[in-house]
């Protein structure tokens, strides 16, 4: 079955950085596109980011485009979110995701920007 699993998550004091993984399996990785979403809480979960199955095409919400950086090793079955400039605001739980027949969800990993 498709499992997902995030980590890197974590306390951050804001203008840091983190970098967060999610390996895949179950699945072929390499065919499929990756994304990046978060949740705040009380409140559905948004895409912050998504990449192409070779990486040539990346996408990013407004809020972080500049900041964030999705890419992905085929190889490893691992796809990636460097975070640079975190802010407060971006204090959430991060999932990644892939849609094969519906979407797929990791556990998720906790970030918070607090000084």
């Known amino acids: 079955q498709v499992q997902l699993v995030e980590s890197g998550g974590g306390l951050v004091q804001p203008g840091g950085s983190l970098t967060l993984s999610c390996a895949g399996s179950?699945?072929?990785?390499?065919?499929?596109?990756m994304s990046w979403y978060r949740q705040f809480p009380g409140k559905e979960r948004e895409r912050v980011a998504a990449?192409?199955?070779?990486?040539?095409?990346?996408i990013y919400d407004d809020s972080v485009r500049g900041r964030f950086s999705i890419s992905r090793d085929n190889d490893k079955s691992t796809v990636y979110l460097q975070m640079n400039s975190l802010k407060p605001e971006d204090t959430a739980v991060y999932y990644c995701?892939?849609?094969?027949?519906?979407?797929?969800w990791g556990q998720g990993t906790q970030v918070t920007v607090s000084s």
């Open positions: 995701s892939v849609f094969i027949t519906n979407r797929h």
């Open positions: 990449i192409t199955t070779d990486g040539g095409t990346t």
């Open positions: 179950g699945f072929a990785f390499g065919l499929r596109a």
